[in-house]
C-alpha cells in the first residue's frame, strides 16, 4: 500500500510479497511480487496540494485514533532488546498490538479511510501518496482484522535480526530490492548463518521486506496489513501467521528508497551459540 513492499518464498510461495518456507521445500528464485505506493512529486499532477516542507528525516506523527504505542506494554516487554533500534523495537512492539488486538487495528485502518481522495492518500503532513487499489484494498484488510482472533505475540531473537540486518545493508548499500541478496542467498540462508529455523518438521519460516522514506514503525506495519497490489495479501498473511513464535527486524538507509526494512518470522529457532 504506501510506497513498496515484498515478499518471496521457496516453495517458496510467493503469497503476494511475503516469503515463506518450510523444511521440506526447495525451489529456484521466483520474481518477488511488489505492494506500491508512490510519493506524488511536486507538479507530477494538477491540484495535488503536495506537502512541500514535507522532511522525510523528520516525518509528522501519522493520524491516529489508537493510544500512543509508548503507553502500551508491548514496547516496554522488547526495550530489553538492546541491538534493536528505537524504530525496530517499535515495529516489534506494533506487530504484537495487531496480533494480540486486531480489532483495534480494524478501527485505525477505519480511520484511515477519510484520507483517500480517488487513488491518492492525502495525509496530513505528507505528500499524497498514490496507491494501486485505493480505499477498496483498506476495507477488505478491516474485514480481515475483524474475522481475525487474537495471535500469540511474537518474541525478537537477536539471530534472526542479525540476518534481516544483513540483507538491509547489503540491498540498502546498492539501492536493490527483493529476497535474493547480492551474493544469491535467501532469507533462509542468512537465517542460517546465526543459527537454525530447521528444526522440526513443521518448522516455518518467511520474510516480510519494506521500502519507503517514511520510517515510521505503524507506517510499515500498514503497508503489510492493507498490502496494496498484491492479490493474495501475503505481507498480512505472514504477519498474522498463527504459527510464528519468533521474529528478527533490521531497518536500514536504502539509497533509492530512503529506508528498508526487513522482518524476518519462524515457528522455531535455534540461535548459534545453542547449537554447539
Not at 32 to 49: I, Y
Not at 102 to 107: R, S
Request: hydrophobic share 40%.
Amino acid at each position: 500500500m504506501f510506497s513498496k513492499t515484498c515478499i518471496l518464498s521457496p516453495l517458496m510461495a510467493v503469497v503476494g510479497g511475503m516469503l515463506w518456507a518450510t523444511v521440506t521445500t526447495a525451489a529456484p528464485p521466483i520474481a518477488p511480487k511488489f505492494a506500491n505506493l508512490t510519493l506524488v512529486t511536486p507538479g507530477a499532477r494538477a491540484g495535488q496540494n503536495a506537502a512541500p516542507s514535507y522532511d522525510p528525516s523528520n516525518p509528522p506523527d501519522l493520524p491516529t485514533q489508537i493510544p500512543p504505542l509508548a503507553s502500551t506494554e508491548y514496547l516496554a516487554a522488547v526495550a530489553t532488546h538492546d541491538y534493536l533500534s528505537e524504530v525496530e523495537q517499535q515495529i516489534v512492539a506494533e506487530t504484537n498490538r495487531l496480533r494480540a488486538e486486531p480489532a483495534l487495528y480494524a478501527a485505525e485502518l477505519e480511520n484511515l479511510r477519510q484520507y483517500f481522495d480517488g487513488y491518492l492518500l492525502r495525509l496530513p503532513g505528507f505528500p499524497p501518496l498514490e496507491t494501486v487499489e485505493g480505499v477498496a484494498a483498506v476495507e477488505e484488510a478491516i474485514a480481515a482484522l475483524r474475522e481475525t482472533a487474537p495471535l500469540p505475540r511474537l518474541t525478537p531473537s537477536w539471530g534472526m535480526s542479525q540476518a534481516a540486518r544483513d540483507h538491509v545493508q547489503d540491498l540498502g548499500a546498492i539501492g536493490a530490492d527483493g529476497h535474493y541478496g547480492s551474493d544469491g542467498s535467501t532469507p533462509f540462508d542468512r537465517l542460517n548463518r546465526y543459527g537454525s529455523w530447521e528444526v522440526g518438521s513443521s518448522s516455518r519460516a518467511g520474510e516480510n521486506l519494506s521500502y519507503s522514506p517514511i520510517n515510521l514503525a505503524r507506517w510499515h506495519i500498514l503497508q503489510w496489513v492493507v498490502d496494496d497490489g498484491v492479490p493474495n495479501r501475503g505481507h498480512r498473511q505472514a504477519i498474522l501467521r498463527p504459527d510464528y513464535q519468533l521474529t528478527g527486524i533490521a531497518c536500514g538507509v536504502h539509497t533509492f528508497y530512503g529506508t528498508m526494512c526487513s522482518m524476518t518470522y519462524a515457528k522455531d529457532y535455534i540461535e548459534a551459540e545453542s547449537l554447539f
